[in-house]
């Protein structure tokens, strides 16, 4: 578990791989109530829109950029800021990781801010984010 004493500029947060499935990105979806046809119709997402396949959901990019920070995180303090940008798509089949790296510790203020990332099979950066916490 992470303490605020221990932390400097440059850590590294543990990664995580992602491969969804079309079952799971369908589930996501329509818990979302998201019924853009790109997320679950191969012939729309590839013949009219020009994927190379279905489009894993942007708002699954994020909950994993967030998963990454609070797994981390633990018990050891809370979430307090997060915001990421998806600038690229992701297609099912591929793998995707997620990491993070903290770019400021403020011990005075008990916080850390940490910069992250998820990268696709060309170690591109398709969803970078910015996230801060706060340690108990």
Request: hydrophobic share 40%; net charge negative.
């Amino acid at each position: 578990m992470p303490n605020i004493t221990s932390l400097t500029a440059g850590d590294t947060l543990p990664g995580r791989s992602y491969r969804p499935d079309n079952v799971q990105l369908f589930l996501y979806n329509a818990a979302l109530w998201n019924a853009h046809r790109i997320h679950y119709d191969h012939p729309y997402a590839t013949g009219v829109e020009g994927y190379p396949g279905l489009v894993i959901a942007g708002p699954m990019i994020g909950e994993w950029l967030a998963q990454c920070v609070v797994g981390w995180l633990g018990e050891a303090g809370r979430l307090v800021s997060f915001e990421y940008s998806n600038r690229k798509a992701a297609i099912i089949g591929e793998t995707l990781r997620s990491g993070g790296t903290i770019t400021a510790v403020h011990p005075e203020l008990r916080e850390a801010t940490i910069d992250l990332f998820i990268w696709n099979e060309s170690d591109e950066v398709i969803a970078p984010g910015t996230a801060i916490v706060r340690f108990d």
